[in-house]
C-alpha cells in the first residue's frame, strides 16, 4: 500500500484548475479580444510547422495559488467528518431547508 494522503494534495487541485483555466470561456474571449495576438509585441499566434508561437494569457492581477488552494479545501474539499453522503432527493431537500 502506498503512502497516499488522506487529502487532496494543493498539486492536484491546482492542475484541475488549470484545466479549468484553459477551457475557460474567459481565457478565450481575451485571445478573441487581441485578434490572437501578443497585447505587448503583436506577435500572432500560429501552429505552422517551424514557425509556432503560443500565447498565454497573463492574470494582470496574478494568482494567489495559496488562497484559492484554501478556499477550495475549506469550501469544497471539505474533511470527511464534515461530509455527509445522502440520495439526491435529500440532498436537494437540504438544500431548501438551508435556504429557508
Not at 16 to 27: I, T
Not at 30 to 50: D, E, H, P, R, V
Not at 51 to 64: F, P, Q, R, S
Not at 82 to 99: E, G, N
Amino acid at each position: 500500500m502506498g503512502n497516499k494522503l488522506p487529502y487532496t494534495p494543493n498539486g492536484k487541485i491546482r492542475q484541475a484548475l488549470r484545466v479549468l483555466w484553459l477551457r475557460s470561456r474567459e481565457r478565450s474571449q481575451a485571445l478573441k479580444n487581441t485578434n490572437y495576438c501578443c497585447a505587448y509585441c503583436g506577435i500572432k499566434q500560429s501552429k505552422a510547422k517551424g514557425k509556432e508561437v503560443n500565447l498565454d494569457v497573463h492574470h494582470i492581477d496574478g494568482i494567489d495559488w495559496d488562497g484559492l488552494c484554501d478556499l477550495i479545501r475549506n469550501r469544497l474539499l471539505q474533511t470527511a467528518d464534515r461530509l455527509t453522503p445522502i440520495c439526491k432527493d435529500c440532498h436537494v431537500k437540504q438544500h431548501s431547508v438551508d435556504k429557508l
